[in-house]
């Protein structure tokens, strides 16, 4: 069983929005700060922004600043991703991240991802 289950994905044109969502499944996202990743065909992983714990502190990448906001609700145990002004380019498969120090390892956990695609 995967710790999170994205949804809010699908096809938008650009300058469109997309509200992506990142809910815990048996997995208490309030004990751990959160990430998105997004991954496009041919391409490695890039960080797209992460929230602590507590949603007081936030992080963007450089190519969404001003575009895209984290936010989380820890009582509905979900993370969301808010894309504004959405370009071909943010095509991607968007993942939830977290992980925890297990001793000398670090623990990784992901969503199955959900499908972004921007095209007219």
């Known amino acids: 069983q995967l710790p999170f289950v994205e949804s809010g994905g699908g096809l938008v044109q650009p300058g469109g929005s997309l509200r992506l969502s990142c809910t815990g499944s048996?997995?208490?996202?309030?004990?751990?700060?959160i990430h998105w990743f997004r991954q496009a065909p041919g391409k490695a992983h890039e960080g797209v922004s992460c929230?602590?714990?507590?949603?007081?502190?936030?992080d963007y990448a450089a190519f969404v600043k001003g575009r895209f906001t984290i936010s989380r609700d820890n009582a509905e145990n979900t993370v969301y991703l808010q894309m504004n002004s959405l370009k071909p380019e943010d095509t991607a498969v968007y993942y939830c991240?977290?992980?925890?120090?297990?001793?000398?390892?670090?623990?990784?956990?992901w969503g199955q991802g959900t499908q972004v695609t921007v095209s007219s």
């Open positions: 048996g997995f208490s996202l309030d004990n751990y700060a």
């Open positions: 929230i602590s714990r507590s949603g007081d502190m936030t």
């Open positions: 991240y977290a992980d925890r120090s297990v001793g000398s390892e670090i623990k990784q956990f």
